[in-house]
């Protein structure tokens, strides 16, 4: 029997799989399973090398419909969301979108309704990579101005402790002494203690990018 499936990768914690999956249901999509890819990026990985990209891959049939919010959740690569669509088309997997109502027919009816199906393929993909490139640099242009801003943003927590405490932290830890014996023999806060002791090389980094 075909099957319905709703494939939903949410990257941020605002884009739910329950928020998707209400959407389809809204917009009048009976969908038999779900599929999801959580905190997972459109822009370097690809639907194959997704946990959830492969096993939805594995899932679908000839027959079947794959239900998407946009064609953004495939990904925001020109090529990577092409080619998916494509192989998923040749597959016989028929591919709609929850947002404008869009259907890509695996079995168009006549030459023109392919050849337009093809066309709204690559504009739509190639939409979706140059929104992600604009967000990347507004992003990127962002990060820049903070940095001059706001410049402590960018170096992370104020080391609670100074570049002897550290010194001596590891000392404390290599002769076998224990976490609260360094603290109260250095000064150091407990937590801190711990902290260096797990990563003493991030520590390290720490007090670097302070200047101490």
Request: glycine fraction near 8%.
């Amino acid at each position: 029997m075909n099957k319905t499936i709703l494939y939903v990768r949410a990257s941020t914690s605002e884009q739910t799989s329950d928020h998707q999956l209400e959407q389809a249901t809204k917009a009048g999509f009976k969908i038999d399973e779900v599929v999801t890819d959580h905190g997972v990026s459109g822009v370097s990985t690809h639907l194959a090398d997704r946990e959830g990209g492969r096993e939805l891959l594995h899932k679908l049939r000839e027959g079947d419909a794959l239900v998407v919010r946009w064609l953004d959740r495939l990904g925001r690569n020109y090529r990577d969301v092409t080619d998916t669509l494509r192989s998923l088309l040749d597959r016989g997997v028929t591919v709609k979108t929850v947002i404008n109502g869009m259907v890509f027919d695996a079995r168009p009816k006549t030459a023109t309704e392919e050849a337009v199906r093809d066309a709204l393929i690559g504009f739509m993909a190639a939409q979706a990579e140059a929104q992600a490139q604009a967000t990347k640099e507004a992003q990127r242009a962002g990060i820049a101005h903070h940095k001059v801003a706001s410049p402590e943003k960018f170096k992370g927590r104020k080391p609670t402790f100074t570049r002897e405490q550290l010194d001596q932290v590891i000392a404390l830890a290599e002769a076998g002494q224990g976490q609260s014996a360094i603290a109260k023999a250095t000064g150091v806060n407990r937590n801190a203690v711990i902290r260096i002791t797990q990563n003493p090389a991030k520590a390290e980094a720490a007090l670097e990018r302070w200047g101490s």
